[in-house]
Structure formats: structure tokens, C-alpha cells
């Protein structure tokens, strides 16, 4: 199965509905498989008492109906984080596929019971948690009746950016072994190559933030990946997917009757020109 490559538009998109479009626009042409926002407010968004540094929009409910109807059209799909209960309620009348649950919210029970609810699969990001929170969260949604196999586990390293020596890749498949599931990377690096790596180690969902330009302010654009970037990206893991192959080994359709050609014959061995 192919990875599913997900342009994040984060507040990126700046509070306007023609540069949010613009931005489903970009994804779909850098060849993103899902395009997300988020669907928030801002009141019920941090932990009590912290202050954001910046704006951050929100994303009024009727231009989630737009920005789905552009997708649609782009051949690309959209989707939103929920970071409140009846922003499921909404992203149910847009009519999401899946959903994700940022690394903030995976003790947000509430929440998870929500998006539990509705029976699709569900990305589980892990940022800034340790095996407990993880095993918590599934043990809660398996308590649930909420079918595991649904659930893909994002690795996460919350920072913004995520130095590369951070990063931690081996936790990736340390999840998919524990908790036998997919896995997949949420990735706040510089470097694309963070990604590409995670593709060879098994990432089913790759999601990096997309921007038009690292210099624009706001809380996202300084780590996110440029339009040219992220195109340059899903060239290289479509690339990668295609150099995986499969779990055996036999020869490539280019390397039938290469053996006859390279191979030494048993007569020849004993010859003075091949002993040397």
C-alpha cells in the first residue's frame, strides 16, 4: 500500500478563505495525497493559562465546506484536526474520511470517545509522550469497542522545528512492534530526509507542514516545508516505495539471464589465466 503523504496547512493559510484555497491548490499540485487544517478556537485550544505568542485562526465552519468542495475537484483529500468536541460534529458534516488526534489531546477523552464514534480510521500523533500515555489512549479506545486496526500511530517530536538528532526514528517501529499497528511519522524537522528515512523504516503516513514562504510570520511557516519542497519530497518517497520492493529475494526482471553472463563456469576454474 502506497504512503499516504499529508500536506499540513497548520495556520499557515493566515486567517484568509483565497489563500486557504490557494493552499489546497498547492498540495494537490506538489502531489500531497491529503491536504489538513485545523479546526479549532482558540479559547478551548491551550492548556489554562498559557498565552499564544501569535493569532491563530480559526477556521469558520462554512469554509470547511469550501475548502472540501475544492479538494474534491483537485482529486485531493481533505481533512482537519478536531481540537474540540463539536468540531467532530462538523468534520462529520463535511464528510472527512479519517481523523487525527494531535499529540496534545491523547489523554482528551472526551475526544477520543468522539472521533471513536465514528467508526473512521483514526492517526494517533504521540508527540511529547511516553509509553503509558500511549498505552492509556489505547487501552481507552479498545474499551471503547473501537477497532484498533483503524488506528495508525504518528511519531512526533514536538518541537518547531524538531532537530534532526531528535528525532528518534527507531520509536517508530518500536510502536508498530509494542503496539501492532501502522506507524507513520508527523515530521517538524528541516530536512526531507527525515521523512525519506521513515518511508525505508516503514512509515505508512508521512505529514510534514507546507508553506509559500518560510519568512511569512505566524507560528508555523518557520519550520514548514516550501511548496517546491514538498513536491521534491513526494517525488523522493514515491521514489523509495519503488526501490522497497518486496520481502524476498530473487532477481529483478533487469537481472534475468545476468548470472549466465557474470558467473564463472566449474571448467573454467582450474585454468592458469583465472587461478592467477
Same mark, same amino acid.
Given at each position: 500500500?502506497?504512503?499516504?503523504?499529508?500536506?499540513?496547512?497548520?495556520?499557515?493559510? %493566515?486567517?484568509?478563505?483565497?489563500?486557504?484555497?490557494?493552499?489546497?491548490?498547492?498540495?494537490?499540485?506538489?502531489?500531497?495525497?491529503?491536504?489538513?487544517?485545523?479546526?479549532?478556537?482558540?479559547?478551548?485550544?491551550?492548556a489554562g493559562g498559557y498565552e499564544p505568542k501569535?493569532?491563530?485562526?480559526?477556521?469558520?465552519?462554512?469554509?470547511?465546506?469550501?475548502?472540501?468542495?475544492?479538494?474534491?475537484?483537485?482529486?485531493?483529500?481533505?481533512?482537519?484536526?478536531?481540537?474540540?468536541? !463539536?468540531?467532530?460534529d462538523l468534520l462529520e458534516r463535511v464528510g472527512?474520511?479519517?481523523?487525527?488526534?494531535?499529540?496534545?489531546?491523547?489523554?482528551?477523552?472526551?475526544?477520543?470517545?468522539?472521533?471513536?464514534?465514528?467508526?473512521?480510521?483514526?492517526?494517533?500523533?504521540?508527540?511529547?509522550?511516553?509509553?503509558?500515555?500511549?498505552?492509556?489512549?489505547?487501552?481507552?479506545?479498545?474499551?471503547?469497542?473501537?477497532?484498533?486496526?483503524?488506528?495508525?500511530?504518528?511519531?512526533?517530536?514536538?518541537?518547531?522545528?524538531?532537530?534532526?538528532?531528535?528525532?528518534?526514528?527507531?520509536?517508530?517501529?518500536?510502536?508498530?512492534?509494542?503496539?501492532?499497528?501502522?506507524?507513520?511519522?508527523?515530521?517538524?524537522?528541516? #530536512?526531507?530526509?527525515?521523512?525519506?528515512?521513515?518511508? %525505508?523504516?516503514?512509515?505508512?503516513?508521512?505529514?510534514?507542514?507546507?508553506?509559500?514562504?518560510?519568512?511569512?510570520?505566524?507560528?508555523?511557516?518557520?519550520?514548514?516545508?516550501?511548496?517546491?519542497?514538498?513536491?521534491?519530497?513526494?517525488?523522493?518517497?514515491?521514489?523509495?516505495?519503488?526501490?522497497? !520492493?518486496?520481502?524476498?529475494?530473487?532477481?529483478?526482471? #533487469?537481472?534475468?539471464?545476468?548470472? !549466465?553472463?557474470?558467473?564463472?563456469?566449474?571448467?573454467?576454474?582450474?585454468?592458469?589465466?583465472?587461478?592467477?
Amino acid at each position: 500500500m502506497a504512503v499516504t503523504i499529508i500536506a499540513e496547512v497548520g495556520s499557515n493559510w %493566515g486567517g484568509k478563505l483565497d489563500h486557504a484555497l490557494d493552499y489546497v491548490e498547492a498540495a494537490a499540485m506538489a502531489g500531497a495525497d491529503v491536504v489538513k487544517f485545523q479546526t479549532i478556537r482558540v479559547g478551548q485550544l491551550y492548556a489554562g493559562g498559557y498565552e499564544p505568542k501569535f493569532v491563530i485562526p480559526e477556521l469558520p465552519d462554512d469554509w470547511h465546506f469550501e475548502l472540501k468542495a475544492r479538494a474534491d475537484k483537485l482529486g485531493i483529500e481533505f481533512m482537519s484536526t478536531p481540537f474540540y468536541l !463539536g468540531a467532530v460534529d462538523l468534520l462529520e458534516r463535511v464528510g472527512v474520511k479519517r481523523y487525527k488526534i494531535a499529540s496534545g489531546d491523547i489523554t482528551f477523552r472526551p475526544l477520543l470517545q468522539r472521533v471513536a464514534e465514528t467508526g473512521k480510521p483514526l492517526l494517533l500523533s504521540t508527540g511529547a509522550c511516553g509509553m503509558n500515555d500511549i498505552r492509556e489512549a489505547a487501552g481507552f479506545l479498545k474499551w471503547g469497542c473501537y477497532s484498533w486496526n483503524r488506528v495508525t500511530l504518528l511519531h512526533c517530536v514536538t518541537r518547531y522545528p524538531a532537530p534532526v538528532d531528535e528525532m528518534g526514528l527507531q520509536s517508530m517501529r518500536y510502536l508498530r512492534d509494542c503496539f501492532g499497528c501502522p506507524v507513520g511519522l508527523s515530521d517538524h524537522s528541516l #530536512s526531507n530526509a527525515v521523512s525519506i528515512a521513515a518511508v %525505508g523504516m516503514g512509515a505508512s503516513v508521512i505529514e510534514k507542514h507546507i508553506t509559500f514562504d518560510r519568512r511569512t510570520p505566524g507560528p508555523d511557516h518557520p519550520f514548514a516545508t516550501t511548496v517546491e519542497e514538498f513536491a521534491d519530497l513526494v517525488r523522493d518517497i514515491r521514489a523509495v516505495e519503488a526501490a522497497l !520492493g518486496n520481502y524476498d529475494k530473487t532477481p529483478s526482471p #533487469s537481472e534475468q539471464g545476468a548470472a !549466465g553472463r557474470i558467473r564463472r563456469n566449474p571448467s573454467d576454474w582450474l585454468r592458469p589465466e583465472v587461478r592467477g
